[in-house]
């Protein structure tokens, strides 16, 4: 068996994300964790290490790189239809027991997760650029392991997507600091944020930090990104009408444009004898949402089993906008400049000017 240590060490360079402070010690700026690293240890996320008061961070390679429909990200109000070339690394800050790509993101955390050295292809920010030249991405995606830990590769390849026209995003935890989305500001047009909770004790068992994801929400709204939201409803840990209100009502308070997909569970990694989610307890979460005055809910994960939850209606004048069925588009009808047609309401996204199937 290769040593994933060993080798994920040597596919690193000198990070940027990082604070130095006095005997060689460093703060790494990448994540909410803030870790304070001496010479010679890790960050939390065990893939950021300092090497003689130098944070060395992540670079060089990919533990996957596929053209996915920006649907799956999920994104629906960004530039739909497209292809978003993803890429992830391994690693993460979190360590949540329903993970469902748990051998990427668990790799140096969980002694089960070492088969992913197998994962590891190396491969430069042009490769990276070719492959989504040939794929006909109009999207470059972080993803599958957390971006934030590995924002500085990230950056390496959005600065030749940009220079494309290719838009890049970022599908996070929301682990984040100010810092790291300045960092990554010039190059991110869109941010995918879980909002796995809004309890700190779920948090803490996950890993993380209830207001550090909250702030970066609102934070990232105010940048200009486009924010989708994501909760993964699973029984018994976060589908409580309480906390679902709760949820509902801080995204409204942000922006009622901000898209909350709620998704189903399915038992995975250290969580298999939790009861899938059912379609009604996505219903009732998208029902709360809606009537918080979110203006764009979409129940995910259950295809052709949640209504009209997987449909764009115009919050006007209640036109349905654009069809799914899953990640596939079934009908499309906003303008061009992303409008309803029939009364012209902009709807909020970023939006195609020739979507596929139109001319
Ligand atoms: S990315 Fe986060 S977890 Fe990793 S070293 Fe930096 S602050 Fe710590």
Not at 43 to 49: A, E, K, P, Y
Not at 182 to 210: A, H, T
Request: net charge neutral; with cysteine; charged share 20%.
């Amino acid at each position: 068996m290769v040593n994933v240590q060993n080798l994920l060490d040597t596919l690193t360079a000198p990070g940027e994300l990082f604070v130095s402070q006095a005997d060689g010690v460093v703060r790494c700026t990448a994540c909410g964790h803030r870790c304070l690293i001496r010479p010679g240890r890790r960050g939390i996320c065990q893939v950021r290490f300092n090497e003689n008061g130098t944070l060395r961070v992540p670079w060089g390679y990919v533990a996957g790189l596929h053209p996915d429909p920006i649907e799956k990200k999920p994104f629906y109000h960004f530039l739909p239809g497209t292809i978003a070339l993803t890429f992830g690394m391994l690693g993460c800050n979190f360590h949540c027991d329903y993970c469902q790509n748990w051998l990427s993101s668990q790799a140096l955390r969980d002694p089960a997760a070492d088969e992913s050295a197998y994962y590891i292809r190396r491969i430069s920010p042009e490769q990276i650029l070719e492959y989504a030249r040939h794929s006909g991405a109009a999207v470059i995606a972080s993803s599958y392991n957390e971006p934030l830990i590995t924002s500085e590769w990230a950056v390496a390849i959005f600065k030749l997507a940009v220079a494309e026209g290719i838009k890049c995003v970022y599908v996070s935890n929301g682990n984040a600091t100010p810092e790291v989305l300045e960092y990554l500001r010039p190059w991110l047009s869109g941010l995918k944020i879980d909002l796995k909770s809004m309890r700190q004790q779920n948090y803490r068992v996950l890993g993380g930090v209830l207001k550090n994801v909250l702030d970066t929400i609102r934070r990232a709204t105010e940048m200009g990104l486009w924010v989708e939201v994501v909760t993964l409803v699973v029984p018994g840990f976060n589908d409580s009408n309480e906390e679902l209100w709760e949820a509902a009502r801080f995204l409204v308070s942000v922006s009622p444009d901000i898209p909350w997909h709620v998704t189903a569970f399915h038992s995975d990694y250290k969580m298999m004898d939790t009861e899938n989610t059912p379609a009604r307890t996505l219903l009732r979460a998208a029902e709360i949402g809606r009537e918080a005055g979110l203006r764009y809910v979409y129940a995910g994960n259950l295809p052709g089993q949640v209504g009209e939850y997987e449909t764009t209606f115009c919050p006007t004048c209640n036109q349905p906008l654009i069809r799914r069925w899953g990640y596939v588009i079934s009908e499309y009808h906003l303008t061009s400049q992303g409008r309803c047609p029939s009364c012209g309401t902009v709807i909020a996204g970023v939006w195609p000017e020739r979507p596929a199937g139109q001319t």
